[in-house]
């Protein structure tokens, strides 16, 4: 994605207006976690410490989008008018139900806090070179199980909060509910895919960019490290997940747990039974990946005509069972022309 000194692990990226991991596509669909063990690996401790450091960065991005979230379902059920202590036993009911492995509620906060501190502490050892490569692994892979057993309570959280707009409100309002809690974050973080503003090509880099970057945080694939798959071809750049760490792990069942699908008991969280624009029109899509749909194609194809990314969402159960689930994938266009008509279609538009 830059052209800089492939050496430097995170270089400033002035298209992006921030910090970045250096590489080429394929390099970017390689985890983070990855990168850090190949570093400690030949004791290349500053790279290690930036790294990690970053790894941080892409973790926190998944962690703040949560919490408001949270706050914005929350808010969204109290104007439908949900009284203000039924929010709070639901709330507290799937925290009891989302326990972490150690018989704790689930509460973000003070996981996080611990999460950023044990990171902070490794990457002051790296670059003081007073760490041994066996000591930084284990390290290592203690802050990343301690952000997985965080991360995937935060993505079912989400899931249980919205199977509970269904509940009372109907499935149709989960449409409301995305409009009122992601449209605001929606113009911000992607404010620059407005086709107003600057060509759609010129937008390709960063859109790739944040694909990556996200589903890095997103601890997506087998082994839960944030490793993806990439395929590229002259229209398109296709990223596959297998699985995506957040709703479709969730549809699975969590293999490292030995815990069922969310969509059965105990959690019983919802997926679409009626065909809605907001989710592809398709029947199977767990609640919380039809935001996938809302995001990336419903909203902006709205906005400005176009979607920014298109999803494949694995529908429950006939794709998320079995001895081979189908893999998500999102798949970004290198022009508005090359976007299918089907693509427009299945949220309820015609291509312009």
Not at 124 to 132: I, N
Not at 150 to 170: I, K, P, T
Not at 202 to 231: C, I, Q, S, W
Not at 289 to 302: G, K, S, V
Request: charge should be negative.
């Amino acid at each position: 994605m830059t052209e800089k000194d492939s050496w430097e692990a995170v270089v400033w990226s002035d298209s992006l207006k921030k910090r970045i991991r250096s590489g080429s596509y394929q390099e970017q669909a390689i985890s983070t976690t990855t990168k850090i063990i190949e570093a400690i690996e030949i004791e290349d401790w500053n790279r290690s410490a930036d790294l990690l450091e970053y790894w941080v960065s892409e973790a926190l991005i998944v962690q703040s989008i949560y919490e408001v979230w949270t706050e914005g379902w929350s808010e969204f059920l109290s104007e439908r008018g949900m009284p203000t202590h039924v929010i709070e036993m639901e709330i507290l009911r799937l925290r009891r139900l989302l326990e972490f492995p150690d018989g704790t509620d689930f509460y973000a906060g003070s996981r996080w806090a611990g999460i950023v501190e044990l990171a902070d502490s490794l990457g002051l050892r790296m670059r003081k070179s007073e760490v041994s490569i066996v000591v930084a692994l284990e390290k290592m892979e203690q802050i990343r199980e301690q952000w997985r057993q965080l991360h995937d309570r935060g993505a079912d959280f989400q899931s249980g909060l919205l199977s509970l707009v269904a509940n009372r409100f109907g499935e149709a309002a989960i449409g409301d509910a995305y409009a009122h809690v992601l449209a605001p974050y929606l113009r911000e973080r992607y404010a620059s895919f407005d086709v107003r503003i600057q060509p759609y090509e010129d937008t390709l880099e960063k859109n790739l960019y944040l694909t990556f970057e996200a589903m890095r945080g997103h601890l997506v694939g087998p082994d839960r490290n944030g490793d993806m798959e990439v395929v590229e071809d002259d229209n398109k750049v296709t990223v596959s997940f297998d699985p995506c760490g957040s709703g479709n792990r969730g549809q699975r069942g969590d293999a490292i747990e030995g815990t069922g699908s969310r969509s059965d008991p105990p959690y019983n969280f919802g997926v679409t039974a009626e065909e809605h624009d907001w989710a592809w029109n398709e029947k199977g899509v767990c609640y919380y990946c039809a935001h996938c749909c809302f995001a990336l194609e419903y909203w902006p194809a709205r906005e400005w005509g176009h979607p920014i990314r298109v999803v494949d969402s694995p529908l429950h159960p006939e794709e998320t069972a079995g001895e081979t689930p189908k893999k998500c994938t999102w798949t970004i266009y290198k022009s508005i022309e090359a976007i299918p008509e089907s693509a427009y279609r299945r949220i309820g538009m015609q291509k312009p």
